[in-house]
């Protein structure tokens, strides 16, 4: 007897375009963090469960920015420099908590405080312990304060409070020693991994699983872009165009499958002018891709569930901490389900019910993703499991446990990897059989259906903001494997093998806050959009009237079309809502639009700056192959 039904993990993977766009706090650390700590710890565990035996498969979405990233040479050595980093302060963290002397100031120097600090002082065990102890509040003359809840506070307390004359205290402590040690460890089987194992060549490592049938890669549009907001058919063309070349390039075949960003989609319709806008699904039918993934509510109707909720693990659960957020688009309820896959009509409103693009779609299977995402009863919320937000003001490295629900952060118990590990194998079971029951109940109660679960997530929730989270999907990967009633598949394979039977009509929307745009639209970023769509207008001018340009012309109209690309990513507003790099983003944004302005205006004038668009392009090195042409009205 055959499987009952067949499941995929969707890992959808991206980052900001920020390559050498400076350190901490923000910029290329990013792509550092992410690989040490999700796409490195990834590639092991798929590696092993090959190397094992396990014929496992899932579906990994890779952008074309993160992509381009991830294969940039500057950026991968930079990379090791990070690792070597991250090394030299677990082995001086080692020392410190040996209750040797260790000079801390290199550390605090790289987080922004050039101030002298004394060695081992009693500010630094407060912000390597996370508390403040009465003597440390006593030494350096100041009333206690609350205690340090991440680098940058533990770093400001230290430069505020700390006095040269501070008495050297005793430092030791065998468990943060221990963990300092453990860390180091792990470090050093990440560099590697990396240099070894995967040849520095992470972009290879992920390509030689896709060859060998254990994984699919999906791509997505070309920066990012919020498609359902951008104002030209041509943007959305030239952004989805950009995301398959970029793809093949560094895939070495078409996409199948791609991930619209932010799991928004907007259906044809007619504009106010009376212009008959196309769904998105017209675009991606065009560039060979037959299956995206949505959200659960855009299936099934009803009021938005998981991500679209707010009350998610992750940085989408900061957006319902900062905002009383509008009411949500509640939907007519449907018969229509996750465990189905659809063809999606491209009519407006739906009104030829038998007519589709060809292009599939497939929804979030809320129960299973809430496992994950869940904020209240998520697996990454034990107790157990590593504390995110609190890390050491010595190293920045993370040494504290969940501890229990709501404790503040300084009140966190140390980490125990021993005590996580053993959660890890409870989760992974627990998952397993979960799957395994949701998809036998769904035979059974479908009149004997053949079911799939897709669990959606960002890659990087698991090992980033989950850091026991890769070692919990290897996990279920080789469980699942050894289920007969599962089918471990990717999308598209599901796709082939089995075509959807109905049409389905989506709704405009997303998987942000409410179902809606408000994430990416809303009062602190509203302004925004009218550059976009002044540059969207422009650029399409720009493409359709220099029909025959010279080599000048040509080369400044492919730094143009970069520029605007990098200009419309949804990255920069996603950031200002969520307040994780509200200024950041703004600057990054004003930088694009700048730099489009320039070279559209030399453009206009007939003067064309080709020495400045060689000079924009040296700072991101992006989408070499870019055809200004796909912004041409059309």
């Not at 007619?270 to 769904?279: C, E, H, K, L, T």
């Not at 036998?440 to 079911?451: A, E, L, M, T």
């Not at 405009?508 to 745009?517: M, Q």
């Not at 930088?591 to 003067?607: G, Y």
Request: charged content about 25%; some cysteine; hydrophobic content about 35%.
């Amino acid at each position: 007897m055959g499987a009952l039904g067949a499941f995929t993990f969707m890992l959808h993977s991206h980052l900001p375009y920020v390559r050498l766009a400076g350190r901490w706090p923000h910029g290329e650390e990013w792509i550092h963090e992410a690989a040490s700590e999700t796409y490195i710890p990834l590639l092991q565990t798929l590696y092993d469960l090959k190397e094992a035996g396990v014929r496992f498969r899932l579906t990994l979405g890779i952008t074309p920015t993160l992509g381009e990233q991830l294969a940039d040479p500057d950026v991968l050595a930079n990379f090791e420099r990070y690792l070597d980093e991250k090394i030299a302060v677990a082995r001086r963290d080692m020392d410190y908590f040996a209750g040797r002397p260790v000079d801390l100031r290199g550390t605090l120097a790289e987080f922004g405080v050039p101030k002298p600090l004394p060695q081992a002082g009693a500010a630094e065990i407060e912000a390597a312990r996370g508390e403040k102890t009465p003597e440390a509040a006593a030494a350096a003359d100041v009333a206690p304060v609350p205690p340090p809840t991440s680098i940058e506070s533990a770093v400001e307390k230290a430069a505020k409070h700390v006095s040269v004359s501070e008495p050297v205290l005793n430092t030791a402590d065998s468990h943060l020693r221990y963990l300092a040690e453990w860390y180091k460890g792990r470090f050093e089987d990440t560099k590697k991994a990396f240099t070894q194992r995967f040849h520095r060549d992470i972009i290879g490592a992920f390509r030689r699983l896709q060859d060998e049938g254990y994984i699919e890669i999906t791509t997505s549009a070309a920066t990012h872009g919020y498609l359902p907001l951008l104002s030209r058919d041509s943007t959305v063309n030239a952004q989805i165009k950009m995301g398959v070349r970029t793809h093949e390039r560094l895939f070495g075949r078409k996409p199948t499958g791609i991930w619209l960003p932010e799991c928004a989609y907007r259906p044809a319709y007619a504009s106010d002018d009376g212009r008959q806008r196309p769904g998105l699904e017209t675009w991606l039918a065009r560039s060979g891709l037959k299956v995206f993934f949505s959200e659960t509510h855009a299936i099934t109707g009803g009021h938005p569930v998981g991500i679209a909720a707010g009350d998610v693990f992750g940085p989408y659960g900061e957006i319902k901490r900062r905002y009383v957020i509008p009411a949500g688009q509640t939907l007519p309820e449907r018969p229509a389900t996750t465990y189905q896959a659809y063809y999606v009509s491209d009519t407006i409103g739906g009104t030829d019910t038998g007519r589709h693009s060809g292009v599939a779609v497939i929804g979030r299977n809320n129960r299973t993703g809430q496992q994950v995402w869940s904020a209240d009863w998520g697996y990454p919320g034990d107790f157990d499991y590593r504390e995110f937000h609190k890390k050491a003001g010595t190293s920045g490295l993370q040494y504290w446990r969940v501890t229990g629900a709501k404790v503040e952060l300084g009140y966190k118990d140390y980490y125990h990897p021993d005590w996580a590990e053993y959660k890890i194998d409870q989760h992974a079971e627990h998952y397993a059989h979960l799957v395994g029951d949701l998809l036998r109940d769904y035979h059974q109660h479908s009149g004997g259906k053949f079911g799939l679960i897709a669990s959606n997530y960002d890659t990087e929730l698991f090992g980033h903001w989950w850091f026991e989270g890769v070692t919990w999907l290897g996990k279920v990967l080789r469980h699942l494997a050894e289920n007969p009633d599962v089918e471990l598949t990717t999308a598209s394979t599901y796709i082939e093998q089995h075509a959807p039977t109905e049409v389905i009509n989506l709704p405009e929307g997303s998987w942000g806050a409410g179902g809606t745009h408000f994430v990416w639209h809303n009062g602190e970023t509203q302004w925004m959009w009218a550059p976009i769509y002044e540059s969207e207008a422009r650029m399409e001018r720009l493409a359709t009237s220099i029909a025959q340009p010279s080599p000048q012309e040509a080369a400044v109209l492919a730094q143009a079309a970069r520029e605007v690309l990098l200009l419309q990513a949804s990255d920069w507003p996603f950031l200002v809502t969520t307040g994780q790099a509200r200024e950041y983003a703004i600057q990054r944004f004003n930088a694009h639009l700048e730099r489009f302005n320039a070279l559209a205006s030399s453009l206009e004038s007939r003067t064309p700056n080709v020495g400045l668009a060689e000079e924009y392009y040296q700072v991101d090195k992006l989408f070499a192959d870019i055809d200004y042409r796909w912004f041409a009205a059309g």
